[in-house]
C-alpha cells in the first residue's frame, strides 16, 4: 500500500565533462550522423573524477534543499544503481551521511533501468509500513566505466548522471497506480557481469574488466512491447481524469516514436531529452523530470505517468500528479 505522499522537491547532477558524437568519433568508428540518426543521442556526460556516490549526494542534496525539509525529517531513503563503487556500505548509506540524517530507514534497490520506478514506489510503500512522513529517492549511475569502448553498438548509447526526489506525506495521494513486473531474461538480453574473484578452493580465476553486454534487437522488442502495455494500463486507471505528460525512460529515441506511432499519441505529449544526456540507466527518468520542471514543459496541476524499462528485465511504470510550481514562474 502507497502512503499519500507528493513530490516536494527534485535535482539532478551530471559530470562536467560532456563527449559529443564527433569526439567519440576520435576512439571508435562511428559518426554523429550514424549515432543521432539510429539512437537520438547527441552527446554524453562522463564521469572523469566525480563517482557514483558524489553524483548522488549532490542529486539528493538539490532535492531536500528544494523541499525545505530538514535532515531530521526524512525517516527513508531509497537509492537506486547497478554502478556504485562499494558493495558495502549501500548508496543509500553513503547519501544518509553526507546529508547528515540521524537515523532513518536506507537501502538499495537494483532494477537497472526502470530502478527509479520501483525505488520511488518501495519508498512510498515503506513511508506507510514504517509511519515516516519523508522519504529521498535518489537514481545514480556512472554506465560510461562499464561500456567496451572498441564495441559501436553499445559505448555510443550511455552516459552518467544522478537525479533525486523528495517525498512528503500529503492529505491527497498524488503517486498514483504503480506497476512493477518483470520477464526472465532467458536469452541474457542485457548483462553486466562482475569481475570474476579467486579464493583457495577455486584455483587461479582470470581476471578480466567486464563491460555490457546488449542484444540490440531484442532489446529494442522487449522495450517497445513493455512501454506500450505499461502506458496503456496507466491510462485505463486514470479513467476519467487522463495522463496530460509522459515522461518515459531515455533509452532510445526509436523506441519513444515507434510508441508514439503504435498507439497514436502526439509527440508533444513525451519529454525526451536523451539527446543530452544518452542512457543514464536508472537516473534518465529523474533527470529528464528535473529538466522538464525546469523547462517550463512540467506545471503543477499536470498528470504525467512515468514508464521504465530493463535488464531483469524488468518494467514499471506510474502517475504522478504534479504539485511543484514552474521554475520559470517562480524565477
Known amino acids: 500500500m502507497l502512503a499519500p505522499v507528493s513530490i516536494v522537491g527534485i ?12 569526439e567519440l568519433a ?31 549526494i549532490s542529486a539528493a542534496k538539490s532535492a531536500l534543499a528544494m523541499s525545505c525539509e530538514s535532515p531530521e525529517s526524512v525517516g527513508v531513503i531509497v537509492a ?53 512522513d519523508v522519504a529521498i529517492v ?17 559505448c555510443v548509447l550511455f552516459g552518467d548522471g544522478a537525479g533525486a526526489v523528495v517525498l512528503k506525506r500529503s492529505e491527497i ?34 581476471s578480466k574488466r567486464e563491460s555490457i553486454q546488449m ?14 502495455n505499461t502506458l496503456g494500463e496507466l491510462s485505463v486507471r486514470c479513467g476519467e481524469k487522463p495522463i496530460d505528460k509522459i515522461v518515459p525512460h531515455q533509452a532510445n529515441e526509436k523506441i519513444i516514436d515507434f510508441v508514439i506511432r503504435t498507439m497514436k499519441l502526439r509527440r508533444e505529449q513525451f519529454f525526451v531529452n536523451i539527446a543530452n544526456y544518452a542512457n543514464t540507466s536508472s537516473a534518465s527518468i529523474p533527470i529528464a523530470l528535473c529538466d522538464a520542471w525546469e523547462s517550463g514543459w512540467l506545471n503543477a496541476g499536470d ?4 514508464a ?3 535488464s531483469g528485465l524488468t518494467s514499471g511504470g506510474a502517475v504522478i500528479d504534479w504539485t511543484i510550481s514552474n521554475k520559470k514562474e517562480n524565477n
Not at 108 to 127: E, K
Not at 177 to 206: C, N
Open 173 to 206: 495521494a498524488h503517486l498514483l497506480h504503480p506497476i512493477l513486473s518483470a520477464t526472465p531474461d532467458v536469452d541474457d538480453v542485457i548483462v553486466v557481469k562482475k569481475e570474476a574473484r579467486s579464493t583457495p578452493f577455486t584455483g587461479e580465476v582470470e
Open 308 to 310: 521504465g524499462f530493463g
Open 215 to 228: 542484444k540490440g534487437a531484442d532489446v529494442f522488442t522487449y522495450a517497445v512491447g513493455v512501454l506500450e
Open 138 to 154: 535518489v537514481a545514480s549511475e556512472v554506465m560510461t566505466k562499464y561500456c567496451d569502448w572498441t564495441d559501436r553498438s553499445t
Open 11 to 22: 535535482g539532478k547532477c551530471v559530470p562536467e565533462r560532456v563527449v559529443t558524437n564527433d
Open 80 to 132: 537506486c544503481t547497478i554502478t556504485a563503487e562499494e558493495l558495502t556500505p549501500s548508496l543509500a548509506g553513503r547519501v544518509q551521511r553526507a546529508l547528515n540524517i540521524p537515523s532513518c530507514a536506507a537501502m538499495d534497490v537494483s532494477a537497472g533501468c526502470t530502478g527509479f520506478v520501483y525505488a520511488l514506489v518501495s519508498a512510498a510503500s515503506l513511508m506507510d509500513t514504517l509511519n515516516r
Open 303 to 306: 498528470r504525467v505517468a512515468i
Open 26 to 56: 576520435r576512439y571508435v568508428e562511428t559518426s554523429d550522423e550514424w549515432i543521432s540518426k539510429r539512437t537520438g543521442i547527441r552527446a554524453r556526460h562522463v564521469a572523469v573524477e566525480e563517482t557514483a556516490i558524489d553524483l548522488a
